[in-house]
């Protein structure tokens, strides 16, 4: 029997896409009920602290399919070969961080008489609507070709929990996005206390969230400090609306309601905390003065006769009068990172992000307890909880012995990085113009626009909210108690016509949007001209599905190569649409 999330992915991923790899009848080829193929026995070990071993290809591809962006063959190979999950997570904690500002300084050479971005540091301004373009490219680039993948995707997960967004106030600071990304790559690895402090004071945040600038009561002026920043650093980066017990189940009254983690009374206090910030561009309030490259990118600065000095009172702690505006910020970041909430609440949202949709009590109650202490005595240290979410027995053993509810619908981005990195996708030349002037040149996929992924971009959200929230789900699945937060950004047509259109070249596509993303498919080319279909679904089979391929599935791409072949239909043309059919089904659309 197909998992409830996967059997309601056949109403969302529509099968009219399989029509684009010139199927007779589409129907054919997904949407069977029949089980599909259960992935190989993985050899456990309880404890993550301990060596954690490999035992297959097909659960080392599942396994780096949650750690990274999508894994590579020989990826696959090269950790089936270390042995042991813990190896590769040594290796990946001490990959240098691949940041985009450096991508960014590094590639665009100006050209026309443009100079180079890294000695032109204000034409991130002056340029920026095609350097949005260009955050883009880097974006791209790095998730698909960088080597701290673990680090990227982490930092991804970040992305979407402690959410600032191209759509607002940000839409013409490229470089302010990118350097909050940036931000979430260095500290992807760190202590999340670390984390919420340098969020905090990043002017992305305090510009996305409305509290640079934001300055003391004054009753001349009849004003109040901003709320906005300090619902939403409770509410959704680290506690959550009601008290949790460690396993992430919600505390009860005696009557048998959730228990609030605050109230508005508290969000009040909370708001004074956060008054007196601003950018270092010499003036304190929002919009005064000419913007800099600096001031965009480099923490906001206190100050101090513009913040709250009176006593402030927040969920039952007292910060006393008098302080200045620093103490005062992070002694109350610092309450809400020692909150018992902090654990679970986050916990659970990294899992949903890296691994399942409806993790168990037990699995979020170990993770939580990884980010209360990592056994040294250490909180929130981000690399234990990393290792708590990815080598959790759960994680590893979870679509066979909880074959129900264990996975999560992959994110549009995720069909393309993935797409990308198993065939290596090659670059092209691509060159930033206005007006018809060429600006800067550089290297990339030119692959643009939430457009292509149905609703989804990097830092590209339509509020802070993310483009889905933990408890989204379809109605079929609410009703039964289970969430599927990635279902949210499929639209009518879900991924797929974008998706096959990559994988096979579609020329309106790329003549329209002049994309340079160049697929290498030699070895699925070669396996098709010796007709080697076994082959060939067994090497898609481990680098795309980790072994989670159907056997209807299976049956039917095979029946349409053999039938396809018999009528001399081109090599290349098949391997595309070997590949496209395994990517527009059900089992590959859901990560398990």
Avoid at 12 to 22: I, K, M
Avoid at 259 to 266: E, F, G, I
């Amino acid at each position: 029997m197909l998992s409830r999330i996967t059997r309601w992915g056949l109403y969302l991923l529509t099968v009219w896409a399989l029509t684009g790899c010139g199927t007779e009848d589409p129907t054919d080829i997904v949407g069977s009920d029949e089980d599909p193929d259960p992935p190989p026995e993985v050899v456990v070990d309880d404890s993550f602290a301990g060596a954690v071993k490999v035992s297959s290809a097909q659960s080392a591809s599942a396994f780096l399919s949650r750690a990274t962006f999508g894994p590579r063959m020989e990826e696959i190979d090269g950790l089936l070969k270390s042995g042991n999950y813990n190896q590769w997570l040594d290796a990946q904690f001490a990959k240098n961080p691949g940041y985009h500002m450096a991508w960014a300084k590094s590639r665009l050479k100006g050209i026309g008489g443009t100079g180079d971005l890294k000695d032109n540091p204000e034409d991130w301004r002056k340029y920026s609507d095609q350097l949005n373009d260009m955050q883009r490219d880097a974006w791209w680039d790095i998730v698909v070709n960088g080597q701290d993948q673990l680090r990227q995707r982490v930092a991804f997960a970040l992305s979407e929990i402690m959410v600032v967004s191209r759509v607002g106030p940000l839409s013409s600071n490229p470089d302010t996005r990118m350097s909050y990304y940036d931000l979430l790559v260095k500290n992807a690895f760190g202590n999340f206390e670390t984390l919420l402090q340098e969020v905090a004071y990043h002017p992305a945040m305090g510009k996305y969230l409305t509290y640079l600038g934001n300055e003391k009561a004054d009753p001349e002026k009849e004003n109040h400090p901003d709320e906005n920043y300090a619902r939403e650093v409770m509410q959704l980066f680290t506690i959550g609306l009601y008290e949790l017990n460690l396993d992430g189940s919600q505390k009860l009254d005696s009557q048998g309601k959730p228990v609030p983690t605050y109230t508005q009374k508290d969000v009040e206090q909370m708001a004074k905390v956060f008054t007196g910030l601003s950018d270092q561009n010499d003036y304190f309030h929002a919009g005064h003065g000419k913007s800099s490259h600096k001031a965009r990118t480099e923490p906001m600065i206190p100050y101090e006769e513009y913040h709250d000095t009176s006593e402030k009172i927040i969920m039952g702690h007292t910060l006393p009068a008098g302080r200045d505006t620093r103490t005062d910020i992070n002694e109350a970041l610092n309450l809400l990172f020692n909150h018992p909430n902090a654990g679970p609440f986050f916990s659970r949202q990294l899992i949903q992000r890296l691994v399942t949709s409806n993790p168990s009590p037990g699995y979020i109650k170990r993770v939580a307890s990884a980010f209360n202490d990592n056994g040294k005595g250490v909180r929130g240290d981000m690399k234990a909880v990393i290792q708590a979410v990815l080598l959790d027995k759960e994680a590893r053993e979870g679509a066979t012995n909880n074959a129900e509810t264990f996975g999560k619908a992959r994110e549009p981005l995720l069909f393309v990085s993935h797409l990308f990195r198993a065939f290596h996708a090659q670059k092209g030349e691509n060159t930033l113009s206005r007006g018809g002037k060429p600006l800067y040149k550089y290297s990339s996929y030119n692959f643009h626009g939430t457009g292509y992924t149905r609703q989804e971009g990097p830092l590209e959200a339509m509020t802070v909210f993310n483009h889905f929230t933990p408890e989204d789900a379809p109605y079929r699945l609410k009703k039964e108690g289970l969430v599927a937060p990635e279902f949210e950004v499929f639209g009518t047509e879900g991924v797929h016509q974008q998706l096959l259109g990559l994988i096979n070249q579609d020329g309106f596509i790329y003549k329209a949007f002049k994309l340079t993303a160049e697929l290498k498919l030699d070895a699925e080319i070669a396996l098709v001209e010796a007709k080697k279909h076994d082959e060939l679904l067994d090497h898609l089979d481990t680098l795309l599905v980790g072994g989670g391929m159907s056997l209807t599935t299976r049956n039917a791409i095979k029946g349409y190569i053999e039938q396809q072949q018999e009528a001399d239909t081109p090599s290349e043309e098949l391997a595309r649409h070997a590949i496209s059919l395994v990517m527009a089904s059900p089992d590959y659309a859901i990560q398990r």
